[in-house]
């Protein structure tokens, strides 16, 4: 959306500090069904008495100027100014269409400055950087303002602070909700479906949700301890009562993720593809530890293998007419 600046301030008004770019700071203006227009000539013309202005002023038509970007504005205390290179106003409505409208454009605004400055979409967490409301900056010691905006306005338009979480992260697609979730899902999921494990390794477990999965202390899966990430891969000992065994007292819930066999751990016959995952492999001409050496193996290249003696796998290309090995320590397989 095209920004007008018909009311941006001079050279010579408001702040020349140029600002760290801690936060990207939302606001709304508790100036019911104040248009953008009005309350950016607002601010320019009270800016020597008022001194209150922020960079971006948006409603459902139109997104005005007042500071200039990437410099302090006074719209939400100190230290919080001088950590923000955009302050963005959202105008309210007491019309629900304007009112959402406003409410997208505020988000692509948030998001476009946020990525501008390299600040994080992710709002109002702990950490020092990201998207803040006035309300946030307030409750976590950056202004010495008593501003609870835009919180005493978003509920009155049905949006939570959750829901105002999840677009400033995602954005507002032109689609409906539930289509922009699968679309989510789909991104993320770039688990392999090929994990790769040690030889006698007979079973391993991927993580494919999204968010990971807990990792509970017992079978019934009540307790959890710890989050496993998403497309991390792990070692199955057994199953108890339906519940995935990773570990002495670890469980895990096996529909938060896939298994998969390794018959190679249970079949020495059995051939398939190897991936070295040691610098310095080299391809043996024995199945034994202080074998003479054939040629070096390329780390993180993928090798077929032909059947095994104990961890030693045997090569399916031979080297000089003589059968060549690698050992399973260094060389895993690809499931
Ligand atoms: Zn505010």
Redesign the pocket.
């Known amino acids: 959306m095209k920004i007008n600046k018909k009311y941006a301030l001079a050279n010579n008004e408001g702040s020349s500090h140029i600002a760290s770019r801690n936060f990207i700071?939302a606001?709304?203006t508790?100036t019911p069904n104040g248009e953008a227009w009005a309350v950016a000539h607002n601010m320019k013309s009270t800016i020597n008495s008022a001194e209150t202005y922020v960079q971006f002023i948006v409603d459902d038509k139109s997104i005005y100027q007042v500071g200039e970007p990437g410099y302090d504005a006074w719209?939400?205390g100190s230290p919080a100014n001088s950590m923000s290179p955009v302050q963005i106003?959202l105008c309210e409505f007491d019309d629900k269409k304007r009112a959402i409208k406003a409410y997208q454009n505020y988000i692509e605004l948030i998001r476009q400055m946020a990525d501008k400055y390299g600040i994080t979409k992710e709002l109002d967490t702990s950490s020092k950087k990201g998207v803040k409301t006035?309300n946030w900056v307030v409750k976590n010691g950056y202004s010495n303002?008593n501003?609870v905006?835009?919180y005493q306005y978003l509920p009155k338009i049905g949006i939570s602070k959750s829901q105002f979480a999840h677009y400033v992260k995602y954005g507002f697609s032109k689609t409906s909700k539930p289509k922009e979730k699968k679309k989510e899902v789909k991104k993320s999921v770039t688990v392999d479906v090929h994990p790769v494990v040690k030889w006698d390794v007979a079973r391993v477990f991927v993580v494919t949700n999204k968010k990971g999965c807990n990792l509970y202390s017992d079978e019934s899966l009540t307790k959890p301890i710890r989050t496993l990430a998403n497309s991390s891969t792990w070692k199955v000992i057994t199953e108890n009562n339906g519940a995935l065994k990773l570990g002495k007292d670890q469980f895990v819930d096996g529909r938060a993720g896939f298994t998969k066999s390794n018959p190679i751990a249970f079949n020495s016959k059995l051939g398939g593809r190897v991936k070295i995952i040691k610098k310095g492999t080299h391809a043996l001409y024995e199945p034994k530890a202080n074998s003479k050496k054939a040629y070096s193996l390329e780390y993180g290249k993928i090798y077929r293998f032909k059947g095994r003696n104990g961890r030693f796998l045997f090569l399916e290309n031979s080297y000089k007419g003589k059968q060549v090995c690698v050992t399973g320590n260094n060389a895993y397989i690809i499931l």
Do not use: Q, V
């Open positions: 700071i606001h709304s508790a719209g939400a106003e006035h303002t501003h905006d835009p």
